[in-house]
């Protein structure tokens, strides 16, 4: 544990050391008013679409030891001078004698100690308000008085990030500043693009008088810019200029004098953040957060929610390491991915037009809705509205604006213009959704489709069942040579773009798998013929598999357009890819004997100590009739890294055949709660997962990277609940279903479900993997192993021995 600790009861992760490999991140605040915020301070802010309105300028690529953002000075007067530092270590660089960096959920908290002064900082938004509140607390720990000022400091870009980062010539030009003049000494810097100062300002203000400020970068930092953020010049004058910038590298920095404070006393103040339309509008909700009790009951009030999410799912099961990730932080990445999606990280800066994915999205949502079921209905219903009349769906869409595009399919014209995967997706969020709530009204709920007129109104509205209806006829009717479903531009791998006519094994998976859940719903609405018709599209799909795919110890990945086969034994490079061997077990099209043979085969030639890699061996050459999976070295993201997304698949089919052990040695391989005792090797947060890690054809094997938005995060959190300790939500009642390593004794596990509280204990004294011999509600044994729907508001006590 050289750089942090896990802090279960704080539901917190205390980094101790800055000097991380790579910046460490926490999120605060959401899409709609929110960013993240780096472990020394740094923060990237945005309201809204990061990509056109970004607030705070940040840039990754800086070294690790440079201003991002936003940063805090801490200035003590001695002798005829003054000595400065940064309470985050970053810029100035000091020597502390104690640094933690607590990352809490929704907040991050940073303590420290610099010649005998202790800061204390706690970051958040409040929920639901549209501002970052840094509450600073500074205390004298020496032996004698000392006099402190204060200097909280933030940089802008221009609301178009992507003009701010091209370095567009008029861009600062149109920046400006200006001071609004409060009672006792209180000011408010308000800082816009000039045409928007009438619509989008942005402020930075405190609770405490301010004596002087400065707003222009070039003078903070003294000699016409050629002073650093380590030592800015200007903090060796008594005052700031208190100019306000009319173009340029706009800043604010705010000068507090808490004066001679004595031993023991603690001081404080408390800075917003925030952007409105009109500053006197906002004044009177400022001068609420300028209340210590008001951001007091606001911190509460974040703590309260979080304490509400997670009190969905509880457990309690032999490893402290899997319910580390259970109880807390798996939960707590997937509202994270369900907010953001892809659109803002330290990897993926939300610069262009990607917003959110339609595929990404609509995997996300699963992992919430037991949590919060209203707010991913409401994302579902946004996705619904991506989906083209055809029954295809568009790649990425802007949630604010809700204009959607194809993507990267775009780029190529001479391939097709859709994903072969996106539009069946939908199907799973659905499902999982009438599972966890029962409401199935939610089907009759009429959506528009995306596709427009002229004057960019929809031409069809359905429902939301022919929605899901017309997703399965897409697929069912674009299939190729095999019987396969067309690929489109890619499915769910990405990088693999084969010219049209190209047939996906992955496709055909999905696409069984959104059948059986559209074969669950019709049943429950006793639609008999509906049912029917799903029944015979899936023996139709399974038996056109089965003849194609199978290559003698695994299946089959691709087809191309000439019926060649990739992923097969004849090839030279990428002879077998990991989800072509789950996801038949998955969409139950395997066979018996060769679900185990194919999935022997991922342990055999894929896995690794450090996870299962997504295909082998890898490519180690461009080629662009294969695609973007031939741009990466060998093991390295999809040509052969360990694609953490998949390996959770792999989970979950282990848990469907049975073999709990296996699972769960697959689950703790990429545990990010397992590596936290390896940082230099993986580099990235232990607290959620990454995207990949490097394979074993790698000489970096091991190395993480592109860390919190990621679906590995919803599908994680499902293989563990859902598949390895089992309960799983169903039409007709709480499904129990563990498949859990034979050595433990069993689990214990609280679970909210439709109104209800189920108390669950497993009982393991037989050392299984799968199996519930026994199964008592309330003192009452029911056969089967599906729980009843209560709906009663009570404590439903539940006991299953195995």
Request: hydrophobic share 35%; proline share 4%.
């Amino acid at each position: 544990m050289r750089y942090g600790y896990f802090d279960n009861a704080s539901k917190e992760y205390i980094i101790t050391d800055p000097k991380l490999p790579v910046k460490w991140i926490n999120y605060v605040g959401g899409l709609d008013f929110g960013g993240f915020v780096d472990h020394t301070g740094g923060s990237l802010i945005c309201k809204g679409d990061p990509a056109i309105n970004r607030i705070i300028k940040y840039i990754p690529q800086l070294p690790d030891s440079d201003f991002k953002g936003e940063t805090l000075y801490i200035r003590i007067k001695e002798n005829d001078g003054y000595k400065f530092f940064s309470p985050f270590y970053v810029p100035t660089l000091d020597n502390y004698d104690l640094y933690e960096c607590h990352v809490g959920l929704g907040y991050s908290r940073i303590i420290s100690e610099f010649y005998g002064i202790r800061a204390d900082v706690t970051i958040y938004v409040p929920h639901k308000s549209d501002r970052v509140i840094r509450d600073i607390k500074i205390k004298n720990l020496r032996n004698k008085s000392v006099d402190i000022d204060v200097i909280p400091v933030v940089e802008y870009t221009h609301f178009d990030a992507l003009k701010q980062f091209d370095n567009n010539d008029w861009v600062p030009q149109t920046m400006q500043s200006k001071a609004v003049y409060e009672e006792n000494g209180l000011i408010t810097i308000t800082q816009f693009a000039f045409m928007r100062k009438n619509s989008a300002v942005n402020y930075f203000t405190s609770n405490n008088s301010v004596s002087s400020f400065e707003t222009d970068r070039r003078r903070f930092l003294g000699n016409n810019g050629y002073g650093t953020w380590a030592c800015p010049i200007s903090l060796y004058n008594d005052e700031l200029s208190s100019y306000e910038a009319l173009r340029g590298d706009n800043i604010c920095a705010l000068m507090h004098h808490l004066g001679q404070m004595d031993p023991g006393v603690e001081k404080r103040v408390i800075t917003q953040l925030g952007q409105c339309e009109n500053i006197k509008e906002e004044k009177e909700i400022i001068d609420y957060y300028r209340n210590e009790k008001n951001v007091d009951k606001a911190f509460g009030d974040l703590k309260s929610f979080w304490d509400k999410y997670l009190s969905t799912l509880h457990v309690e099961t032999p490893d402290e390491d899997f319910n580390t990730m259970v109880n807390i932080h798996n939960p707590r990445q997937c509202y994270i991915t369900k907010n953001w999606s892809r659109y803002l990280s330290l990897y993926q800066m939300g610069l262009g037009s990607r917003g959110m994915g339609f595929r990404d999205s609509s995997q996300d949502v699963l992992g919430i809705l037991g949590n919060m079921p209203e707010e991913g209905r409401e994302l579902i219903e946004k996705l619904l509205q991506v989906q083209k009349i055809d029954g295809s769906a568009m790649h990425q869409f802007n949630p604010v604006t809700m204009v959607a595009d194809e993507g990267d399919a775009r780029e190529r014209q001479d391939r097709p213009k859709y994903y072969g995967d996106d539009h069946l997706w939908i199907v799973l969020a659905v499902s999982t959704y009438l599972k966890e709530t029962g409401d199935m009204d939610f089907l009759n709920l009429n959506i528009p489709f995306y596709d427009k007129n002229k004057d960019g109104l929809p031409l069809e509205n359905g429902t939301v069942m022919e929605h899901l209806q017309r997703a399965i006829e897409f697929t069912h009717n674009n299939i190729g040579q095999h019987g396969l479903p067309l690929l489109g531009f890619a499915d769910w791998n990405d990088t693999v773009n084969l010219p049209a006519r190209a047939e996906s094994v992955f496709n055909a998976n999905l696409y069984g798998y959104a059948l059986l859940e559209m074969m669950d719903i019709a049943r429950y609405l006793n639609e008999v013929e509906l049912a029917r018709k799903y029944q015979n599209y899936h023996e139709t799909m399974k038996n056109a598999f089965n003849d194609a795919c199978w290559d003698g110890e695994w299946y089959i990945r691709y087809f191309d357009k000439d019926g060649n086969a990739l992923g097969s034994r004849n090839n030279d490079k990428c002879k077998i890819y990991v989800n072509a061997q789950s996801w038949p077990v998955i969409s139950r099209f395997a066979l018996a004997d060769r679900a185990k043979k194919s999935l022997g085969s991922v342990y055999k030639y894929l896995n690794t100590s450090k996870g299962i890699k997504l295909s082998a061996p890898g490519y180690n050459g461009y080629d662009p009739d294969i695609g973007g999976i031939t741009t990466y070295p060998p093991g390295a993201k999809e040509n052969g890294g360990i694609f953490l997304h998949a390996n959770i698949w792999a989970i979950i089919a282990e848990t469907i055949v049975g073999n709990g052990d296996r699972a769960y040695e697959y689950y703790n391989q990429i545990n990010p709660v397992t590596k936290n005792n390896n940082i230099d090797e993986f580099e990235c947060e232990p607290y959620v997962y990454p995207q990949n890690i490097l394979g074993d054809e790698h000489p970096q094997f091991g190395l993480a990277r592109n860390s919190w938005l990621s679906g590995t995060a919803s599908w994680a959190y499902q293989a563990a609940t859902r598949y390895i300790l089992g309960i799983l939500p169903s039409l007709e009642g709480l499904i129990l279903d563990p498949c859990i390593p034979a050595q433990w004794n069993g689990f214990r596990a609280t679970r909210k479900f439709r109104n209800a509280i189920y108390t669950i204990e497993v009982v393991n004294t037989a050392h299984m993997s799968k199996g519930i011999k026994t199964l008592v509600v309330d003192g009452k044994e029911i056969r089967g192993n599906v729980i009843p729907i209560y709906d009663d508001g009570n404590e439903h006590i539940v006991r299953a021995i195995m």
